[in-house]
C-alpha cells in the first residue's frame, strides 16, 4: 500500500508541473490572437474554469466559480470581444498535433451532436445524431481528432448548418453568421479542416473516418494533399476490380475461407476483441483531377467479419506505398479513438454544456473546450513514459484530471457571501424571465382570440 501510495504521489507532483508547463506553453502559442491583456488573461482563466470540477458548465457556473460576480464578461467575451478565435485555433492544433507528432499519425474525422431546447440555438435542428441515438433537436458538429502513438486529441471543429438553416436569412442575422458561411455537407467541412490540417503543417499519414466519410470527393481530396486512408463505406457502395464492377457486399461472399485471416483489433474491460478479416485488391476511383501528380498507389477493400454473429463492415483504403493487412486494421481500429475524445471532451471540458446561441460564441466556447481537453492530453502524453507501478495501471485522462484538480488547477470559488450572491442573482434573473414568458404566452393568447 505504502509503494503504490507513493507511486501515485510522485505521479501527481510530475503531472502538476507538467500541466502548469504545458498549459503555460499553448497560451504562450495563442497570445498573440488577442489584441488586449485582459482578454488575454480571461481566457486563461476561462480554459482553466473548464477543467474544475463542476457539476456543469456553462457561463453560469464558470463565472461563479471564477469569483465573477455575474456571467456578463463571459459572455461578452464569447460573443463580442474582440480576439482571434481562428488564430487560436490554428495555433492549438499546430501546438497539439506537434506534441503528439508522428509520421504514421491518422486524422479522423467524425461529427457528434448536442441537445438544445429549441432552434434559437445557431444550427439547431431536428437532425440525426448518433450521440443521442436518433432524430432529436440538436446542433451537429464535424471534428478533427488527431491520433498517434502518443496520444490523441481533438483539434479541428466546424459547426453544420443544415440546407434551411443556411438559407435562412432572418436566423442568420440573429445568430450572427459570417456572411461567407454558405451550406457544406459534412464531408465538404471534414475537407476543409484535412486543408487546414496540411497547411498549418500537421505531421500525419492517414485519413479514417466511417461511412459518412467514405464517398469520392472526400477521397480524392485526401489523395490530393497526400493522405492516405482508411474509411468505411455502406455494404451496397460499388467497387470496379478488372473482373467487372461488384458490391462491397457481393464480393466479400466470394471470398474463399483461406482468405480471412483472424487478428486482435482491441482490448476491453472483458478481454481482447478479435475480429476476421480479408482484403481484395480494387481499381482506384478517385484519381485527382489532372495536374496533381499524386502516385497511383494501392487501392484494397477490407472486409471485416464477426466471428459469431457473421456480420460484415467494409472500409474502402488506398496508400501510396505497399501495407499490410495488419497496417490497415490497426489504422481502422484506431478511428475509435474519436469517440474517447467526445468523451473526454463533453465529460471533463464541457463541449456539449455550453448553453449558447450565435455563432462567435458556439465557436469560442467549442475552442476553449477543446483546448483545455487538448492540454489535458498532452500532459498525460508527457507523463506517462516517466512514472509508472508494476501494481498499478497507467493513468487515464480522467484520472489525470482528479489529480490536477488537487496540485495544479485553481478550486472554483466557495466563499459564502459569494455563493449567497449568486443565489440572489439566479433568482432575481429567472424571475424576470418568468415573468417575460408570462407576457409573451398573454399576448400570443390575445391574439389567438
Same mark, same amino acid.
Given at each position: 500500500?505504502?509503494?503504490?501510495?507513493?507511486?501515485?504521489?510522485?505521479?501527481?507532483?510530475?503531472?502538476?508541473?507538467?500541466? @502548469? %508547463?504545458?498549459?503555460?506553453?499553448?497560451?504562450?502559442? !495563442?497570445? *498573440?490572437?488577442?489584441?488586449?491583456?485582459?482578454?488575454?488573461? #480571461? $481566457?486563461?482563466?476561462?480554459?482553466?474554469?473548464?477543467?474544475?470540477?463542476?457539476?456543469?458548465?456553462?457561463?453560469?457556473?464558470?463565472?461563479?466559480?471564477?469569483?465573477?460576480?455575474?456571467?456578463?464578461?463571459?459572455?461578452?467575451?464569447?460573443?463580442?470581444?474582440?480576439?482571434?478565435?481562428?488564430?487560436?485555433?490554428?495555433?492549438?492544433?499546430?501546438?497539439?498535433?506537434?506534441?503528439?507528432?508522428?509520421?504514421?499519425?491518422?486524422?479522423?474525422?467524425?461529427?457528434?451532436?448536442?441537445?438544445?431546447?429549441?432552434?434559437?440555438?445557431?444550427?439547431?435542428?431536428?437532425?440525426?445524431?448518433?450521440?443521442?441515438?436518433?432524430?432529436?433537436?440538436?446542433?451537429?458538429?464535424?471534428?478533427?481528432?488527431?491520433?498517434?502513438?502518443?496520444?490523441?486529441?481533438?483539434?479541428?471543429?466546424?459547426?453544420?448548418?443544415?440546407?434551411?438553416?443556411? @438559407? %435562412?436569412?432572418?436566423?442568420?442575422?440573429?445568430?450572427? !453568421?459570417? *456572411?461567407?458561411?454558405?451550406?457544406?455537407?459534412?464531408?465538404? #467541412? $471534414?475537407?476543409?479542416?484535412?486543408?487546414?490540417?496540411?497547411?498549418?503543417?500537421?505531421?500525419?499519414?492517414?485519413?479514417?473516418?466511417?461511412?459518412?466519410?467514405?464517398?469520392?470527393?472526400?477521397?480524392?481530396?485526401?489523395?490530393?494533399?497526400?493522405?492516405?486512408?482508411?474509411?468505411?463505406?455502406?455494404?451496397?457502395?460499388?467497387?470496379?476490380?478488372?473482373?467487372?464492377?461488384?458490391?462491397?457486399?457481393?464480393?466479400?461472399?466470394?471470398?474463399?475461407?483461406?482468405?480471412?485471416?483472424?487478428?486482435?483489433?482491441?482490448?476491453?474491460?472483458?478481454?481482447?476483441?478479435?475480429?476476421?478479416?480479408?482484403?481484395?485488391?480494387?481499381?482506384?476511383?478517385?484519381?485527382?483531377?489532372?495536374?496533381?501528380?499524386?502516385?497511383?498507389?494501392?487501392?484494397?477493400?477490407?472486409?471485416?467479419?464477426?466471428?459469431?454473429?457473421?456480420?460484415?463492415?467494409?472500409?474502402?483504403?488506398?496508400?501510396?506505398?505497399?501495407?499490410?493487412?495488419?497496417?490497415?486494421?490497426?489504422?481502422?481500429?484506431?478511428?475509435?479513438?474519436?469517440?474517447?475524445?467526445?468523451?473526454?471532451?463533453?465529460?471533463?471540458?464541457?463541449?456539449?454544456?455550453?448553453?449558447?446561441?450565435?455563432?462567435?460564441?458556439?465557436?469560442?466556447?467549442?475552442?476553449?473546450?477543446?483546448?483545455?481537453?487538448?492540454?489535458?492530453?498532452?500532459?498525460?502524453?508527457?507523463?506517462?513514459?516517466?512514472?509508472?507501478?508494476?501494481?498499478?495501471?497507467?493513468?487515464?485522462?480522467?484520472?489525470?484530471?482528479?489529480?490536477?484538480?488537487?496540485?495544479?488547477?485553481?478550486?472554483?470559488?466557495?466563499?459564502?457571501?459569494?455563493?449567497?450572491?449568486?443565489?440572489?442573482?439566479?433568482?432575481?434573473?429567472?424571475?424576470?424571465?418568468?415573468?417575460?414568458?408570462?407576457?409573451?404566452?398573454?399576448?400570443?393568447?390575445?391574439?389567438?382570440?
Amino acid at each position: 500500500m505504502t509503494t503504490s501510495h507513493d507511486a501515485v504521489a510522485g505521479e501527481a507532483t510530475i503531472a502538476g508541473e507538467t500541466w @502548469r %508547463d504545458c498549459f503555460g506553453a499553448v497560451m504562450a502559442a !495563442v497570445a *498573440d490572437c488577442f489584441p488586449r491583456r485582459e482578454s488575454r488573461l #480571461l $481566457a486563461r482563466e476561462m480554459a482553466q474554469a473548464m477543467l474544475m470540477g463542476l457539476e456543469s458548465r456553462n457561463c453560469w457556473t464558470l463565472a461563479e466559480a471564477m469569483g465573477h460576480g455575474s456571467p456578463s464578461r463571459l459572455q461578452h467575451f464569447l460573443s463580442r470581444g474582440v480576439w482571434d478565435h481562428n488564430g487560436v485555433r490554428d495555433r492549438m492544433a499546430a501546438w497539439t498535433a506537434g506534441e503528439l507528432a508522428d509520421s504514421d499519425a491518422v486524422l479522423i474525422v467524425d461529427e457528434t451532436g448536442d441537445e438544445k431546447s429549441s432552434t434559437d440555438a445557431v444550427g439547431a435542428a431536428h437532425q440525426y445524431s448518433g450521440a443521442l441515438g436518433g432524430v432529436g433537436l440538436c446542433q451537429v458538429a464535424v471534428h478533427l481528432t488527431y491520433a498517434s502513438p502518443r496520444g490523441h486529441a481533438l483539434i479541428d471543429r466546424a459547426l453544420y448548418l443544415g440546407t434551411d438553416w443556411a @438559407r %435562412d436569412e432572418e436566423r442568420r442575422l440573429l445568430t450572427h !453568421v459570417p *456572411d461567407a458561411i454558405e451550406f457544406s455537407t459534412k464531408p465538404q #467541412l $471534414a475537407a476543409g479542416m484535412l486543408r487546414r490540417a496540411r497547411t498549418l503543417g500537421v505531421e500525419a499519414r492517414w485519413l479514417a473516418g466511417d461511412e459518412v466519410y467514405g464517398g469520392r470527393d472526400l477521397r480524392r481530396c485526401a489523395r490530393e494533399l497526400a493522405f492516405d486512408y482508411a474509411v468505411a463505406v455502406r455494404a451496397d457502395h460499388t467497387v470496379a476490380t478488372p473482373a467487372g464492377g461488384f458490391t462491397a457486399n457481393a464480393l466479400a461472399r466470394q471470398l474463399p475461407r483461406q482468405a480471412w485471416m483472424r487478428m486482435r483489433t482491441g482490448h476491453g474491460l472483458k478481454g481482447d476483441r478479435h475480429y476476421d478479416w480479408a482484403w481484395i485488391g480494387v481499381l482506384a476511383d478517385d484519381a485527382p483531377e489532372p495536374g496533381n501528380r499524386v502516385e497511383d498507389g494501392h487501392s484494397v477493400l477490407v472486409v471485416r467479419r464477426h466471428r459469431f454473429t457473421g456480420e460484415l463492415s467494409f472500409y474502402r483504403c488506398h496508400s501510396a506505398i505497399p501495407v499490410t493487412l495488419a497496417d490497415l486494421v490497426h489504422v481502422i481500429c484506431t478511428r475509435w479513438r474519436v469517440e474517447e475524445d467526445f468523451q473526454l471532451a463533453k465529460g471533463a471540458t464541457g463541449l456539449d454544456q455550453g448553453q449558447v446561441t450565435c455563432w462567435n460564441s458556439w465557436m469560442r466556447w467549442s475552442l476553449l473546450s477543446l483546448l483545455a481537453a487538448a492540454v489535458l492530453t498532452v500532459t498525460l502524453a508527457r507523463t506517462t513514459p516517466t512514472t509508472g507501478s508494476s501494481d498499478l495501471i497507467p493513468v487515464s485522462a480522467r484520472e489525470l484530471l482528479t489529480l490536477l484538480r488537487i496540485t495544479a488547477l485553481p478550486l472554483p470559488n466557495r466563499d459564502t457571501d459569494h455563493a449567497l450572491h449568486w443565489s440572489a442573482w439566479r433568482r432575481r434573473h429567472q424571475a424576470v424571465a418568468q415573468a417575460c414568458h408570462q407576457r409573451w404566452n398573454n399576448i400570443t393568447a390575445a391574439a389567438a382570440t
